[in-house]
Protein backbone atom coordinates (compact mmCIF):
# COMPACT_ATOMS: atom_id res chain seq x y z
CA UNK A 1 0.00 0.00 0.00
CA UNK A 2 1.17 3.76 -1.24
CA UNK A 3 1.64 5.82 2.23
CA UNK A 4 -0.28 8.63 2.97
CA UNK A 5 0.99 11.83 2.05
CA UNK A 6 -0.43 15.51 3.33
CA UNK A 7 0.93 18.01 0.41
CA UNK A 8 0.22 21.69 2.05
CA UNK A 9 1.16 24.00 -0.73
CA UNK A 10 0.95 23.67 -4.37
CA UNK A 11 4.13 22.48 -5.53
CA UNK A 12 5.78 22.25 -9.54
CA UNK A 13 4.06 19.69 -11.71
CA UNK A 14 7.06 17.50 -11.64
CA UNK A 15 7.44 16.79 -7.58
CA UNK A 16 3.55 16.42 -8.11
CA UNK A 17 3.51 13.81 -10.27
CA UNK A 18 6.37 12.16 -8.55
CA UNK A 19 4.26 12.32 -5.43
CA UNK A 20 1.53 10.37 -6.85
CA UNK A 21 3.82 7.87 -8.65
CA UNK A 22 4.34 7.19 -5.04
CA UNK A 23 2.14 8.12 -2.90
CA UNK A 24 -1.55 8.34 -1.90
CA UNK A 25 -1.25 12.25 -1.98
CA UNK A 26 -3.72 14.51 -0.15
CA UNK A 27 -4.20 18.40 -1.05
CA UNK A 28 -6.44 20.29 1.35
CA UNK A 29 -4.91 23.25 -0.39
CA UNK A 30 -7.18 22.40 -2.89
CA UNK A 31 -10.30 20.87 -1.44
CA UNK A 32 -13.82 22.71 -1.27
CA UNK A 33 -13.50 21.90 2.53
CA UNK A 34 -9.88 21.71 3.62
CA UNK A 35 -10.78 21.33 7.23
CA UNK A 36 -13.34 17.95 6.51
CA UNK A 37 -10.52 16.39 4.09
CA UNK A 38 -8.17 16.60 6.65
CA UNK A 39 -10.33 15.13 9.19
CA UNK A 40 -11.02 12.29 7.23
CA UNK A 41 -7.47 11.36 6.02
CA UNK A 42 -5.38 12.87 9.41
CA UNK A 43 -5.19 9.16 11.02
CA UNK A 44 -3.18 7.61 8.28
CA UNK A 45 -0.80 10.44 7.28
CA UNK A 46 2.59 9.11 7.72
CA UNK A 47 4.42 12.15 6.09
CA UNK A 48 3.71 15.98 5.58
CA UNK A 49 5.41 17.75 2.31
CA UNK A 50 5.27 21.63 2.93
CA UNK A 51 7.45 24.66 1.80
CA UNK A 52 10.04 26.70 4.28
CA UNK A 53 8.03 29.30 3.50
CA UNK A 54 5.11 27.83 5.06
CA UNK A 55 5.73 25.23 7.28
CA UNK A 56 4.03 23.16 9.63
CA UNK A 57 1.17 24.93 11.59
CA UNK A 58 1.14 24.28 15.21
CA UNK A 59 -2.73 22.82 15.53
CA UNK A 60 -1.34 20.71 12.82
CA UNK A 61 0.92 18.61 14.56
CA UNK A 62 -1.63 17.22 17.29
CA UNK A 63 -3.84 15.51 14.55
CA UNK A 64 -1.39 13.88 12.75
CA UNK A 65 -0.90 10.70 15.39
CA UNK A 66 0.90 8.55 12.43
CA UNK A 67 3.09 11.60 11.13
CA UNK A 68 7.15 9.91 10.68
CA UNK A 69 8.20 12.43 8.61
CA UNK A 70 7.97 16.08 6.98
CA UNK A 71 9.66 17.12 3.44
CA UNK A 72 10.64 20.79 3.63
CA UNK A 73 10.72 21.55 0.20
CA UNK A 74 13.65 24.55 0.95
CA UNK A 75 15.79 25.41 3.54
CA UNK A 76 13.71 27.78 5.63
CA UNK A 77 12.80 25.49 9.42
CA UNK A 78 11.69 28.66 11.07
CA UNK A 79 7.77 27.31 10.64
CA UNK A 80 8.44 23.97 11.26
CA UNK A 81 8.41 23.29 14.93
CA UNK A 82 12.09 21.15 15.71
CA UNK A 83 11.45 20.68 19.32
CA UNK A 84 8.36 18.50 18.76
CA UNK A 85 9.56 17.06 15.84
CA UNK A 86 12.16 15.39 17.84
CA UNK A 87 10.20 14.73 20.87
CA UNK A 88 8.12 12.48 18.67
CA UNK A 89 10.99 10.83 16.85
CA UNK A 90 9.99 12.79 13.62
CA UNK A 91 12.33 13.09 10.80
CA UNK A 92 12.51 16.29 9.27
CA UNK A 93 14.19 16.91 6.21
CA UNK A 94 15.47 19.69 4.00
CA UNK A 95 16.78 20.76 0.37
CA UNK A 96 20.15 22.58 1.42
CA UNK A 97 22.54 23.09 -1.48
CA UNK A 98 20.68 23.34 -4.63
CA UNK A 99 19.42 26.57 -3.94
CA UNK A 100 21.83 28.82 -2.61
CA UNK A 101 23.40 30.16 -5.87
CA UNK A 102 19.59 31.16 -6.90
CA UNK A 103 19.07 33.27 -4.04
CA UNK A 104 22.19 34.57 -3.83
CA UNK A 105 21.42 35.73 -7.27
CA UNK A 106 18.45 37.23 -6.63
CA UNK A 107 20.11 39.12 -3.05
CA UNK A 108 22.49 40.94 -5.64
CA UNK A 109 19.78 41.11 -8.32
CA UNK A 110 17.78 42.97 -5.38
CA UNK A 111 20.54 45.30 -4.96
CA UNK A 112 21.70 46.39 -8.67
CA UNK A 113 18.00 46.77 -9.11
CA UNK A 114 17.66 49.28 -6.40
CA UNK A 115 20.89 50.99 -6.90
CA UNK A 116 20.72 51.47 -10.08
CA UNK A 117 16.60 51.89 -10.25
CA UNK A 118 15.72 49.46 -12.96
CA UNK A 119 12.31 48.62 -11.93
CA UNK A 120 11.86 52.59 -11.59
CA UNK A 121 13.19 53.24 -14.75
CA UNK A 122 11.63 50.05 -16.38
CA UNK A 123 7.71 51.39 -15.34
CA UNK A 124 9.21 55.36 -16.75
CA UNK A 125 9.30 53.69 -20.32
CA UNK A 126 6.53 51.56 -20.00
CA UNK A 127 4.45 54.41 -18.92
CA UNK A 128 5.66 56.66 -21.71
CA UNK A 129 6.83 59.28 -19.36
CA UNK A 130 10.00 59.06 -21.49
CA UNK A 131 9.39 61.00 -24.52
CA UNK A 132 7.11 63.55 -22.45
CA UNK A 133 11.07 64.23 -20.71
CA UNK A 134 9.59 63.88 -17.35
CA UNK A 135 12.37 63.81 -15.10
CA UNK A 136 13.56 60.35 -13.46
CA UNK A 137 16.00 60.92 -10.67
CA UNK A 138 19.60 59.66 -11.29
CA UNK A 139 20.62 56.29 -9.82
CA UNK A 140 23.34 55.51 -7.28
CA UNK A 141 26.72 53.42 -7.98
CA UNK A 142 26.67 49.72 -6.52
CA UNK A 143 30.58 49.58 -7.18
CA UNK A 144 32.29 50.99 -4.10
CA UNK A 145 30.27 50.22 -1.09
CA UNK A 146 30.67 48.70 1.81
CA UNK A 147 28.83 45.66 1.70
CA UNK A 148 27.61 43.57 5.09
CA UNK A 149 26.09 40.08 5.51
CA UNK A 150 24.12 38.98 8.54
CA UNK A 151 24.87 35.21 8.44
CA UNK A 152 27.23 33.52 6.91
CA UNK A 153 26.20 30.26 5.91
CA UNK A 154 25.86 28.69 2.55
CA UNK A 155 24.02 31.41 1.15
CA UNK A 156 25.51 34.58 3.01
CA UNK A 157 28.97 32.92 1.53
CA UNK A 158 27.71 33.18 -2.13
CA UNK A 159 26.51 36.35 -2.02
CA UNK A 160 30.08 37.49 -0.68
CA UNK A 161 31.49 36.01 -3.54
CA UNK A 162 28.99 37.40 -5.87
CA UNK A 163 29.67 40.80 -4.29
CA UNK A 164 33.30 40.82 -4.34
CA UNK A 165 33.77 41.92 -7.69
CA UNK A 166 31.58 45.28 -6.89
CA UNK A 167 32.19 45.51 -3.09
CA UNK A 168 34.83 48.18 -1.38
CA UNK A 169 35.02 45.46 1.44
CA UNK A 170 32.34 42.94 2.96
CA UNK A 171 32.10 41.77 6.44
CA UNK A 172 29.15 40.24 8.38
CA UNK A 173 27.60 39.05 11.76
CA UNK A 174 27.11 35.36 12.32
CA UNK A 175 26.07 33.83 15.42
CA UNK A 176 29.93 32.87 15.89
CA UNK A 177 32.83 33.87 13.53
CA UNK A 178 33.12 31.72 10.31
CA UNK A 179 36.82 29.92 10.10
CA UNK A 180 38.45 30.29 6.98
CA UNK A 181 36.79 33.23 5.27
CA UNK A 182 38.70 36.81 4.70
CA UNK A 183 35.74 38.87 5.82
CA UNK A 184 35.63 40.96 8.54
CA UNK A 185 33.27 39.71 11.97
CA UNK A 186 31.10 42.09 13.64
CA UNK A 187 29.80 41.07 17.06
CA UNK A 188 26.26 42.34 16.78
CA UNK A 189 24.06 43.28 13.68
CA UNK A 190 24.26 46.85 15.47
CA UNK A 191 28.05 46.97 14.84
CA UNK A 192 27.89 45.60 10.79
CA UNK A 193 24.96 48.19 10.29
CA UNK A 194 27.15 50.94 11.15
CA UNK A 195 30.28 49.53 9.40
CA UNK A 196 27.97 49.08 5.86
CA UNK A 197 26.53 50.50 3.26
CA UNK A 198 24.90 47.66 2.01
CA UNK A 199 22.86 45.00 4.32
CA UNK A 200 21.90 41.71 3.38
CA UNK A 201 20.05 39.28 5.80
CA UNK A 202 20.52 35.79 5.13
CA UNK A 203 19.72 34.65 8.76
CA UNK A 204 17.73 31.71 9.65
CA UNK A 205 14.09 33.23 11.19
CA UNK A 206 12.81 32.90 14.13
CA UNK A 207 9.19 33.87 14.64
CA UNK A 208 9.28 33.28 18.55
CA UNK A 209 12.86 35.49 19.47
CA UNK A 210 12.17 39.53 18.50
CA UNK A 211 13.53 40.53 15.24
CA UNK A 212 17.31 41.29 14.64
CA UNK A 213 16.90 44.13 12.48
CA UNK A 214 14.98 47.13 14.50
CA UNK A 215 14.45 50.96 14.21
CA UNK A 216 18.44 51.10 16.20
CA UNK A 217 19.69 48.95 13.60
CA UNK A 218 17.88 50.96 10.54
CA UNK A 219 19.47 54.50 12.26
CA UNK A 220 22.92 52.89 12.62
CA UNK A 221 22.96 51.70 8.47
CA UNK A 222 21.88 55.04 7.84
CA UNK A 223 20.50 57.43 5.10
CA UNK A 224 22.23 56.47 2.18
CA UNK A 225 22.33 52.72 3.71
CA UNK A 226 20.82 49.84 1.45
CA UNK A 227 18.78 46.74 3.39
CA UNK A 228 18.19 43.91 1.30
CA UNK A 229 16.96 40.16 2.90
CA UNK A 230 16.02 37.25 1.25
CA UNK A 231 15.68 35.64 4.64
CA UNK A 232 12.34 35.84 6.44
CA UNK A 233 10.11 38.95 7.19
CA UNK A 234 10.71 37.87 10.82
CA UNK A 235 14.03 38.86 10.60
CA UNK A 236 13.07 43.00 10.46
CA UNK A 237 10.95 44.85 12.32
CA UNK A 238 8.78 45.54 9.23
CA UNK A 239 6.50 48.31 10.85
CA UNK A 240 10.13 50.14 11.76
CA UNK A 241 11.08 49.55 8.26
CA UNK A 242 8.29 51.28 6.70
CA UNK A 243 8.98 54.57 8.97
CA UNK A 244 12.82 54.48 7.87
CA UNK A 245 11.88 54.22 3.97
CA UNK A 246 9.28 56.66 4.32
CA UNK A 247 11.46 59.47 6.75
CA UNK A 248 14.60 58.49 4.83
CA UNK A 249 16.49 56.97 7.70
CA UNK A 250 17.73 54.68 5.47
CA UNK A 251 18.21 55.21 1.29
CA UNK A 252 16.45 51.78 0.05
CA UNK A 253 14.81 48.16 0.31
CA UNK A 254 14.79 45.16 -1.46
CA UNK A 255 12.53 42.66 -0.36
CA UNK A 256 11.74 39.32 -1.08
CA UNK A 257 10.34 37.90 1.94
CA UNK A 258 7.78 39.64 4.58
CA UNK A 259 6.19 39.21 7.95
CA UNK A 260 2.85 38.03 6.64
CA UNK A 261 2.99 36.83 3.53
CA UNK A 262 1.34 37.64 1.06
CA UNK A 263 0.15 40.40 2.41
CA UNK A 264 2.07 43.41 1.43
CA UNK A 265 2.25 46.93 3.73
CA UNK A 266 0.06 49.16 1.66
CA UNK A 267 3.06 51.61 2.38
CA UNK A 268 5.56 50.13 0.62
CA UNK A 269 3.41 49.62 -2.50
CA UNK A 270 3.82 53.18 -3.10
CA UNK A 271 7.48 53.97 -2.82
CA UNK A 272 10.01 54.33 -5.45
CA UNK A 273 13.17 53.31 -3.53
CA UNK A 274 12.02 49.72 -2.62
CA UNK A 275 12.12 46.78 -5.33
CA UNK A 276 9.42 44.11 -3.90
CA UNK A 277 9.74 40.34 -4.99
CA UNK A 278 6.94 37.88 -4.34
CA UNK A 279 9.18 35.09 -2.46
CA UNK A 280 10.95 34.68 -5.28
CA UNK A 281 14.94 33.49 -4.07
CA UNK A 282 14.71 29.90 -4.80
CA UNK A 283 12.37 30.31 -7.75
CA UNK A 284 14.31 29.14 -10.76
CA UNK A 285 13.72 26.27 -12.93
CA UNK A 286 17.05 24.79 -12.12
CA UNK A 287 16.57 24.99 -8.21
CA UNK A 288 12.71 24.03 -8.15
CA UNK A 289 13.36 21.00 -10.50
CA UNK A 290 16.56 19.97 -8.06
CA UNK A 291 14.59 20.85 -5.08
CA UNK A 292 11.48 18.91 -5.94
CA UNK A 293 14.23 15.37 -6.88
CA UNK A 294 15.50 16.16 -3.66
CA UNK A 295 12.06 16.56 -2.01
CA UNK A 296 11.70 13.07 -3.64
CA UNK A 297 14.60 11.12 -2.58
CA UNK A 298 14.16 12.69 1.59
CA UNK A 299 10.72 11.00 1.22
CA UNK A 300 12.35 7.97 -0.76
CA UNK A 301 15.09 7.09 1.98
CA UNK A 302 12.71 7.61 4.66
CA UNK A 303 9.99 5.20 3.47
CA UNK A 304 12.78 2.30 1.86
CA UNK A 305 15.20 2.40 4.40
CA UNK A 306 13.80 3.89 7.87
CA UNK A 307 10.39 2.43 8.20
CA UNK A 308 9.86 0.15 5.41
CA UNK A 309 9.92 -2.77 7.83
CA UNK A 310 7.78 -1.72 10.98
CA UNK A 311 5.01 -0.54 8.70
CA UNK A 312 2.76 -3.01 6.10
C1 LIG B 1 10.73 28.63 -1.04
C2 LIG B 1 12.14 29.06 1.07
O1 LIG B 1 10.08 29.77 -1.47
O2 LIG B 1 13.98 27.60 1.12
C3 LIG B 1 13.14 28.20 1.76
O3 LIG B 1 13.08 28.10 2.98
O4 LIG B 1 11.52 29.87 1.68
C4 LIG B 1 11.99 28.98 -0.41
O5 LIG B 1 12.94 28.25 -1.03
C5 LIG B 1 9.71 27.72 -0.50
O6 LIG B 1 10.15 26.86 0.49
C6 LIG B 1 9.10 26.98 -1.68
O7 LIG B 1 8.20 26.01 -1.37
Do not use: C
Not at 131 to 150: D, H, M, N
Not at 228 to 256: H, M, P, Q, W
Not at 269 to 289: F, I, K
Amino acid sequence: MKPDVLQLKALSPQLEAGLEAAYTVHRPYRAADPEALIGEVASKIRAVVTGGDLGVPTELWDRLPALETVAVHGVGLDKVDLDLAAARGIAVTTTPGVLTQDVAELAIGLWLSLSRRLVSADRYVREGRWPKGERLPLAWRASGRKVGILGLGQIGKAIAAMATPFAASIAYHSRRPVEGVPYAYHASPLALAKAVDVLFLVTPGDAGTPPLIDAAVLKALGEDGLLINVARGSVVDEAALVAALADGTIAGAGLDVFEDEPNVPQALLAMENVVLQPHRGSATVEARSAMAALVLENLEKHFTTTHSSSRP
